[in-house]
């Protein structure tokens, strides 16, 4: 029977690493827009993680051959750091994220995970290694519990209960008559941008990752929402590896380090106060935000 039952078993490891794929894939929707390029080496071994510091040495890359959306691009986030990455619409933000989920090589250069290349080790290692937050998440049709704790194959109810305390979901679900079991998405109930994005943070808390990859929300959440998620995310961040790419800068200034791109290169990088002082493009697109987020507010009133 054991012999029977051992490619059933199989079988259904493989669908789950499928499904899992399935998931990161959509989760990554925002940042994937074409087919997959990338295979194992044959043997690879499994990342290994003791400090998750990720190094960008100098990547080359473009999408088509003559055209290189990154010039050579380097930098280093320490292990427990948080790096936000900004820069002008189409400087190789998303990109980036792209290639450190591996949906992409390099054409020269290297990106380092604990000093491994990760052309070298397993996607699904790489990617068991990495939780997205995106922006737009995608829910399935089924209940809030199941959305929660497919972030990890084996999670359990206790699990999922700690993850939604942490995503400050628990106040939401405790005031739906069933509780995690409550159907969500087309058929059931529907929520909010900042509550879907609380599902995803709760879904990066089961699988618990070293390294967070952050797609900043661009949608409008209102303020307070944005603050309310913005200090779960910063919760969530401690004690781990991020990266936020992010659009708008007054989410970002707290960060340990702000990388500027600008057209595929590294232009600046300090905290906000150094690049400010250093009066460049950040300090240029921080002015502009704030008279555009005045203007805004003034129209409001
Ligand atoms: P934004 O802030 O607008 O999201 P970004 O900094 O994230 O911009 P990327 O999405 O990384 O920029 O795009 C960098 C450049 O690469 C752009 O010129 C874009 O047109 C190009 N690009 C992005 N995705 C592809 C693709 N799949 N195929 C070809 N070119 C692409």
């Known amino acids: 029977l054991t012999q029977l039952f051992r490619p059933l078993d199989m079988l259904g490891m493989v669908y789950r690493t499928i499904r899992q794929g399935l998931i990161d894939m959509a989760e990554m929707f925002r940042l994937l827009d074409t087919d997959v390029e990338v295979s194992d080496r044959p043997n690879a071994p499994a990342l290994i993680i003791r400090k998750p510091s990720v190094i960008f040495d100098n990547v080359v890359f473009g999408y088509?051959?003559?055209?290189?959306?990154?010039?050579?691009?380097?930098?280093?986030?320490?292990?427990?750091?948080?790096?936000?990455?900004?820069?002008?619409?189409?400087?190789?933000?998303?990109?980036?994220?792209?290639?450190?989920?591996?949906?992409?090589?390099?054409?020269?250069?290297?990106?380092?995970?604990?000093?491994?290349?990760?052309?070298?080790?397993?996607?699904?290692?790489l990617r068991a290694a990495i939780g997205v937050v995106p922006q737009d998440s995608v829910l399935f049709n089924d209940t809030i519990g199941y959305n929660i704790g497919y972030g990890r194959d084996d999670a359990t109810q206790p699990d999922?209960?700690?993850?939604?305390?942490?995503?400050?979901?628990?106040?939401?679900?405790?005031?739906?008559?069933?509780?995690?079991?409550t159907e969500v998405g087309e058929r059931g109930l529907k929520l909010s941008g900042g509550e879907k994005q609380r599902v995803a943070i709760a879904r990066t808390l089961v699988k618990n990752p070293p390294i967070l990859l952050l797609d900043e929300a661009t949608s409008a959440l209102d303020t307070r929402t944005e603050q309310d998620i913005l200090a779960t995310l910063h919760r969530v961040a401690e004690h781990r590896t991020s990266i936020s790419i992010a659009h708008r800068l007054s989410t970002i200034a707290d960060a340990d380090k702000i990388l500027v791109l600008n057209e595929g290169r590294l232009a600046e990088s300090g905290s906000h106060a150094e690049l400010l002082r250093f009066g460049g493009l950040y300090a240029e697109m921080w002015t502009r935000q704030a008279a555009e987020a005045e203007a805004m507010r003034e129209a409001a009133e």
């Not at 390099?106 to 995970?113: D, H, N, T, V």
């Not at 999922?160 to 079991?181: D, H, N, S, Y």
């Open 160 to 181: 999922i209960e700690a993850a939604a305390q942490g995503a400050a979901l628990m106040g939401l679900i405790g005031r739906l008559p069933k509780g995690f079991e």
């Open 64 to 125: 088509e051959k003559d055209r290189t959306i990154l010039h050579g691009l380097s930098f280093e986030v320490p292990a427990g750091k948080a790096h936000a990455v900004v820069g002008p619409s189409g400087a190789g933000k998303s990109t980036l994220a792209r290639l450190l989920f591996r949906f992409y090589d390099p054409q020269e250069g290297r990106i380092l995970i604990d000093g491994q290349d990760i052309r070298n080790v397993t996607q699904a290692s």
